[in-house]
């Protein structure tokens, strides 16, 4: 169970108590630390990381996973943001995606312990997003369960 906006840390330890064991879109910094203490997943808008912070005038997502209070980043409102945000993230420099990019898959698996999935390793579901990332990125296609669900335009990556 999940909690949301909580608005500050005694908030989070009502929730805790409830048993909501999942802090999503703590309202400030102290809120998610009081989680992360805890060793509670920290759930994040995507869109967030896409605008450059809250809608609302709360927490910027980026900030917070530069802090390491963020393991789960949600699509929220708007579903394209999770493939794009681990992008957005890295920027030009890829060289951080494998770790922006388990804010979308491995966090979101671990934070609701689906064992079977969440990263590619011998055993697990075979759950593979593919994107295209020129010129800007999008899902080209998905794998789930080892089976091509999802093939958009029909084409093959990388042909024109």
Known sequence: ????????????????ALGASIAESP???????????KGEPIVLGA?????????????A?????????CNVLA???YYPAMALSPFVLT??????????????????AEALQLHNRGMIA???RADIVLVETKPQPRV???IAGGRLVHLADGRLIGSR
């Open 1 to 16: 169970m999940m909690s949301h906006d909580d608005m500050n840390p005694e908030m989070r330890r009502w929730f805790r």
């Open 27 to 37: 309202l400030d910094e102290p809120t998610a630390r009081g989680a992360a203490v």
């Open 47 to 59: 869109p967030n990381v896409l605008r450059g912070g809250s809608h609302t005038g709360c927490v």
């Open 61 to 69: 997502a980026a900030e917070m996973i530069a802090k390491g209070l």
């Open 75 to 77: 699509s929220d409102y």
């Open 91 to 108: 920027g030009e420099d890829e060289t951080g995606l494998a770790d922006a990019w388990r804010l979308v898959s491995q966090g979101p």
């Open 122 to 124: 011998p055993g697990l």
């Open 140 to 142: 080209v296609a998905t």
